[in-house]
């Protein structure tokens, strides 16, 4: 009865809208040769969902309605939902209305409306063959959700994306910038503002390689605009060896989408961080990505500043723009003061400046001096702020840009106890720098060998440089993960040889001493000759 009354009441809707009458309906169908009595229309009209709403009655007066103008109100989407509601109650045959609806409207928005529908209703997959598509795509709700805490501004951005999609019929979108500019901020409030399909490399978690990208985004594709697979190709690793299947995909999802105002948005983020394989070739673009795109397709591609960046700027031939997000470039500046507006009404923060007489134009003007543009050191230096590391100081003696942060918390941590951090504050950080996948404490502790409230503890000191990952495992307990949250740091490392005997961090050598140690401990020594093996 409900859709019924659903139903009636759109179509009843429809024609006050249109201003028709039923004497104008009756005189339409008269002269068009539609058998449509007064008591049909009057069956349409009534609410009280005593009579049936017939399929041929709904189709006929959605011609008439066109017919006399009515194609304002009389919208395709709203058609498709009083049809597929309706066919749940009366048992109407979808398929005769759909094929209908294709001779009145643009056939691929009749299309689009109706996966739209069925997307939004979940009935596009059976439950297995979702279940099975959806194994292959990577879920990155939880970093984006971190990525945009607190985020503010970049307006700027999303308008120029928007202009390039404006005037572009496909092509690629490119941002770049420094370490730390915030990036894959950005490029999460894009997924957010768009719903884009999305895919994020991650070096510190090894997910940066095309057998990563091209199964999730190709899954993506056919969960997403209901393309008729129900599995993907039969052998992933051909997959993941160049881009014929995802090529496939776009363009059907091209095909689908045209006479809509859908735009297929696709963003990939860290395109610097991705592992370049030993049969990778000059002039290969990494991941795969497209030469070419078809009509309203869009991807936009972050990845850093480099000197030479020919190795990660994709060969493409078709529409292209970059964005660089400069530290130092008045909106990003005036972006960094609307986020530092925000952080100053916090309780602890307004202590602090105010400990040393100073406003909050005072605060915001310092921190724009230190931060050097980069949203990433005000990321880590806030935390430190409220926990009070800086209270004792004065008031401008912070360090300066990111790379001297790294460096001055370094140093602190070193400081306070020179034979605990030798002891096992360093062997856990190697193992945090080192580890290819995040780890839990328990991980951790076992392969640093030293004890667990140790690993606890140095967990705590460097929380503003992990990212925590809560991980359910199949008894139904939450077990907390740990990998450092940004590749900056990463690069900290590797490019300042600490000149200190005995606090090196060699990445690969602690890898291999990590593989060796798993290794003979499963009883595989067998292997340690093999250096492509890796077991973590």
């Known amino acids: 009865m409900e859709n019924r009354v659903r139903v009636a009441n759109m179509v009843n809707s429809w024609a006050k809208s249109s201003n028709l009458k039923p004497k104008d309906i009756l005189i339409a169908a008269e002269l068009n040769g539609f058998n449509l009595t007064q008591s049909d229309y009057e069956n349409i009209r009534r609410t009280d969902g005593n009579h049936k709403i017939h399929l041929h009655l709904i189709l006929q007066v959605i011609q008439i309605f066109l017919l006399l103008g009515g194609a304002e109100t009389c919208t395709v989407d709203d058609t498709i939902e009083a049809i597929m509601r309706s066919e749940a109650d009366n048992g109407i045959e979808v398929e005769e209305a759909i094929a209908t609806l294709k001779t009145l409207f643009d056939p691929n928005a009749v299309e689009w409306a109706l996966r739209s529908f069925k997307k939004k209703n979940d009935l596009l997959f059976s439950p297995l063959v979702k279940q099975n598509l959806e194994h292959f795509v990577k879920n990155f709700d939880l970093l984006i959700k971190d990525r945009l805490q607190d985020f503010v501004g970049r307006d700027w951005v999303f308008n120029a994306l928007q202009e390039f999609m404006t005037i572009h019929e496909q092509g690629y979108f490119f941002i770049t910038g420094d370490p730390g500019i915030g990036k894959s901020s950005i490029a999460s409030a894009i997924v957010r503002k768009y719903g884009a399909l999305h895919h994020f490399n ?101 990845w850093r500043n480099e000197e030479d960046d020919h190795g990660v700027r994709p060969n493409i031939a078709c529409s292209s723009e970059e964005l660089p997000v400069q530290g130092k470039s008045t909106k990003n500046e005036n972006d960094i003061k609307l986020y530092l507006s925000q952080i100053a009404k916090r309780p602890l923060i307004r202590q602090y400046f105010r400990n040393w007489k100073a406003d909050i134009d005072d605060f915001i003007s310092l921190m724009l001096d230190k931060c050097e543009g980069n949203f990433m050191y005000l990321r880590h230096i806030i935390p430190e702020i409220e926990k009070g590391t800086y209270e004792n100081l004065p008031f401008d003696i912070l360090p300066k840009g990111l790379k001297n942060y790294y460096e001055d918390h370094w140093q602190r941590m070193r400081g306070r106890n020179s034979s605990a951090w030798l002891q096992y504050k360093l062997p856990i950080i190697r193992i945090l720098v080192a580890a290819y996948k995040p780890k839990s404490a328990v991980e951790i502790a076992h392969l640093a060998k030293v004890h667990l409230d140790w690993v606890n503890e140095v967990l705590s000191e460097w929380r503003q440089f992990l990212y925590v990952i809560n991980l359910e495992t199949e008894n139904g307990t939450v077990v907390r993960q740990y990998r450092l949250y940004h590749a900056s740091f990463l690069d900290f490392i590797r490019e300042n040889k600490r000149h200190v005997i005995g606090e090196e961090i060699d990445v690969d050598q602690t890898r291999a001493e990590i593989a060796e140690m798993l290794l003979i401990e499963k009883g595989l020594e067998r292997y340690l000759d093999d250096p492509e093996q890796n077991t973590e």
């Open 202 to 302: 991650i070096l510190s978690e090894s997910i940066n390689k095309s057998s990563d990208f091209l199964p999730s985004l190709c899954a993506q594709l056919i969960l997403s605009y209901g393309l008729l697979y129900n599995d993907l190709p039969a052998q992933p690793d051909k997959l993941s060896q160049n881009s014929y299947f995802l090529v496939k995909l776009l363009k059907e999802v091209s095909e689908l989408i045209q006479g809509t105002d859908e735009k297929c948005v696709i963003v990939v983020d860290a395109l610097d961080e991705v592992e370049r394989p030993v049969s990778h070739r000059i002039g290969e673009n990494l991941l795969h990505l497209p030469h070419l795109l078809p009509k309203s397709v869009y991807f936009v591609v972050t």
